[in-house]
C-alpha cells in the first residue's frame, strides 16, 4: 500500500521567515510527485517533480525530490499571509493515475 | 484560463436519497477523476475514468457509487442512496494523460450534506 507523510502536520510562522516542508514516501514503480496548495476549497497545482536533485521554481516557491532517501521538500522563502494554507504531496506511480494525498501541511502566517 | 466545473457547489439530501455531482473537466483532457475529503481528513482517491470505462476504483467506491460521461462535457457522479458517511467534500479532476501530462487540475467541489 502507497504511504505519503507529511511533516510537521501544522506550522505557524511570521510573515518574512523561511519555511520548509517534508514529505516522505512510499510506493511502488514511482512515476512522480505533485505539491498542492489547498485553501478553502479545491487543491491548486504548485509542482511536478520527477527527477532527483533539480530543483523547481516558481517565484518565491522551490521544491527538490531525492529518489533515492524517497523524499521531498518544499520551500516558502519571505512567506506572506496569502501562503496560509494546507500543502499536500502525491506521489503518483505508472500504471495507474491516482493521486494518494497525505495528511497535508497546515501553514499559517501571522502578520 | 481553462478549469473544472463543478455543480452544485453545496447539496444536502435526505439518507436513501440518490444525488448526482456534475462535473465539466479541461476539454482537452482524457482522464477523469473523483476524490473526496471529509471534514478534516485526508483528500482520498474513489475512481478514475478513462476512453469510457473505469479505469481504476477504490475501495470507498462500492456498488453504491456510478461514474458516467453521458456526454462529450460531463462526467457525472452517482451515489444511489445515501449514507449519512457519504457526508463530505466530492472533487473532481482531469488531465490530459500521458508521460509528463498527468498533472491532475482539480475543480472547487461539491459539499454533500447528508441528513
Known amino acids: 500500500e502507497d504511504k505519503v507523510v507529511q511533516s510537521p502536520l501544522s506550522l505557524v510562522v511570521h510573515e518574512g521567515d523561511t519555511v520548509t516542508l517534508n514529505c516522505s514516501y512510499e510506493v511502488t514503480n514511482f512515476r512522480s510527485l505533485l505539491w498542492y496548495k489547498q485553501e478553502k476549497k479545491a487543491p491548486t497545482f504548485l509542482f511536478m517533480l520527477?527527477?532527483?536533485?533539480i530543483e523547481k521554481k516558481s517565484g518565491r516557491l522551490s521544491s527538490i525530490l531525492d529518489k533515492k532517501e524517497l523524499f521531498s521538500i518544499l520551500n516558502i522563502t519571505a512567506t506572506q499571509t496569502g501562503d496560509s494554507a494546507i500543502y499536500l504531496c502525491a506521489p503518483t506511480n505508472f500504471g495507474n493515475e491516482k493521486l494518494t494525498f497525505g495528511t497535508g501541511t497546515r501553514l499559517t502566517i501571522i502578520p | 484560463e481553462p478549469e473544472v466545473t463543478q455543480t452544485p457547489s453545496h447539496q444536502v439530501t435526505q439518507m436513501g436519497q440518490e444525488v448526482i455531482l456534475r462535473c465539466v473537466p479541461i476539454s482537452n483532457h482524457l482522464y477523469f477523476y473523483w476524490y473526496r475529503q471529509i471534514l478534516g481528513q485526508k483528500v482520498e482517491f474513489l475512481v478514475s475514468f478513462y476512453n469510457n470505462e473505469i479505469s481504476e476504483k477504490s475501495e470507498i467506491f462500492d456498488d453504491q457509487f456510478s461514474v458516467e460521461r453521458p456526454d462529450g462535457s460531463n462526467f457525472t457522479l452517482k451515489i444511489r442512496s445515501t449514507k449519512l458517511e457519504d457526508s463530505a467534500m466530492y472533487f473532481c479532476a482531469s488531465s490530459e494523460g500521458g508521460t509528463g501530462k498527468n498533472i491532475q487540475y482539480f475543480g472547487a467541489g461539491t459539499r454533500l450534506s447528508v441528513l
Open positions: 520527477t527527477s532527483s536533485g
